[in-house]
C-alpha cells in the first residue's frame, strides 16, 4: 500500500458525459502528479500540482482540468468524453521538496466509456 | 523530446535469473526509476538510481546504469512465479515528471 487513494476504483459512464475522479496524496506530499494509462498511448503525465498551484502540464487535453485543494487532496476533472477517453487513470504524490523525488501511485481509477 | 524504450516481452524459468532493459534518449535525466504493475493494480515503485552512479543493488534486485550508452537494466536474481508483471523503467529529469517506457511482460514459467 502506497499511502496514495484514489476514487472511484472504477466509473462507466456514456460519451458526452463529464466525471470527477479524486486523489490523496501520502501524509505529508506536497505534490500530485496524474497519469494516464491506454492501451495505445501507454503511460502518459497528464499534469502535475504542488501545495495548490499548478506546476507543469504535459499531454493533457483541453477537455479535462484539474486542481488541487488546500488539503492537498487533487481532482481531475474529464469532460465532454469520448470513447478514446476510457484508460486507467492514475494519481501519484512525492514530497517534491528535493532533488530527488520519488512518486508513489495510487491503484488508479478504471474509466470506462461506452 | 523524452524517449524511453523496453522490449516488450520476456520469458524466463522459476529459478534463473531475469534482465529487463531500458534504454532513455534525454541526457539530462537525473533519476531513472523501476515500478511494477501487477494484472489490475497500479504502480510498485521498486527501485531507482541515480545517474552518477552505474549500480545499485537490493536484495534480489541489480539495476546497472550504462550513461554513455543510455542504458538500465534490471536484474531479478531467482526469479519466481510471483515476479510475473509489467515492469516499467522511467525517467525523470529537470521537470520531475516520469516519463515511462512501454513496459517488459515479464512472465516465469514454472
Known amino acids: 500500500d502506497s499511502g496514495v487513494t484514489q476514487t472511484p476504483k472504477h466509473l462507466i459512464t456514456a460519451t458526452g458525459q463529464r466525471v470527477t475522479l479524486r486523489c490523496s496524496p501520502r501524509?505529508?506530499?506536497?505534490?500530485v502528479y496524474w497519469y494516464q494509462q491506454s492501451l495505445d498511448q501507454g503511460l502518459q503525465f497528464l499534469i502535475q500540482?504542488?501545495?495548490?498551484?499548478?506546476?507543469a502540464k504535459g499531454n493533457i487535453l483541453e477537455r479535462f482540468s484539474a486542481q488541487q485543494f488546500p488539503d492537498l487532496h487533487s481532482e481531475l476533472n474529464l469532460s465532454s468524453l469520448e470513447l478514446g477517453d476510457s484508460a486507467l487513470y492514475f494519481c501519484?504524490?512525492?514530497?517534491?521538496?528535493?532533488?530527488?523525488?520519488?512518486?508513489?501511485f495510487g491503484p488508479g481509477t478504471r474509466l470506462t466509456v461506452l | 523530446g523524452e524517449d524511453v524504450e523496453q522490449s516488450l516481452f520476456l520469458s524466463v524459468r522459476e529459478g534463473d535469473s531475469s534482465v529487463i532493459n531500458c534504454t532513455y534518449t534525454?541526457?539530462?535525466?537525473?533519476?531513472l526509476y523501476w515500478y511494477k504493475q501487477e494484472p489490475g493494480a497500479g504502480l510498485q515503485l521498486l527501485t531507482y538510481i541515480f545517474s552518477n552512479m552505474d549500480m545499485k543493488q537490493d536484495q534480489r534486485l541489480t539495476v546497472l546504469l550504462n550513461k554513455k550508452d543510455k542504458h538500465l537494466s534490471l536484474r531479478i536474481a531467482d526469479t519466481q512465479t510471483g515476479d510475473s508483471a509489467i515492469y516499467f523503467c522511467?525517467?525523470?529529469?529537470?521537470?520531475?515528471?516520469?516519463?515511462f517506457g512501454s513496459g517488459t511482460q515479464l512472465t516465469v514459467l514454472p
Open positions: 501524509s505529508g506530499d506536497l505534490s
Open positions: 500540482y504542488y501545495n495548490g498551484e499548478e506546476r
Open positions: 522511467a525517467e525523470s529529469g529537470s521537470a520531475r515528471q516520469l516519463t
Open positions: 534525454d541526457s539530462s535525466s537525473t533519476y
Open positions: 501519484a504524490s512525492s514530497v517534491a521538496r528535493a532533488a530527488h523525488d520519488t512518486q508513489y
